[in-house]
Nanobody, 116 residues
Framework: QVQLVESGGGLVQPGGSLRLSCAAS????????MGWYRQAPGKQRELVAT???????NYADSVKGLFTISRDNANDTVYLQMNNLEAEDTAIYYC??????????WGKGTLVTVSS
């Protein structure tokens, strides 16, 4: 059974940083593209960043230069380092493992709240 478990969310002040983690189990993690998505209150879920099995990355324009996605294949974990957070970054952040164009696994999400 494939499981993706996110952690690292919480309350942070504007300008602060957080690092999210997503631990995968039940699957050969290293061969799949991983991604982080987020859903803010009242909005649709959106792509934040992805990283391929080979380490190629892609970012939403809104987070380029601020967020960094990385992966540790030895520990089946993907990370999202988020710097200079703003209130607009408040959302539930989800981890996704892409099996194919039409199939993926999702974690349950971790809440990030940016507020003073």
């Amino acid at each position: 059974q494939v499981q993706l478990v996110e952690s690292g969310g919480g309350l942070v002040q504007p300008g602060g940083s957080l690092r999210l983690s997503c631990a995968a189990s039940g699957i050969i993690f290293s061969i799949y593209t991983m991604g982080w998505y987020r859903q803010a209150p009242g909005k649709q879920r959106e792509l934040v960043a992805t990283i391929t099995s080979g380490g190629s990355t892609n970012y939403a324009d809104s987070v380029k230069g601020l967020f960094t996605i990385s992966r540790d294949n030895a520990n089946d974990t993907v990370y999202l380092q988020m710097n200079n957070l703003e209130a607009e970054d408040t959302a539930i952040y989800y981890c996704r493992l892409t099996l194919s164009v039409v199939r993926a696994y999702w974690g349950k999400g971790t809440l990030v709240t940016v507020s003073s």
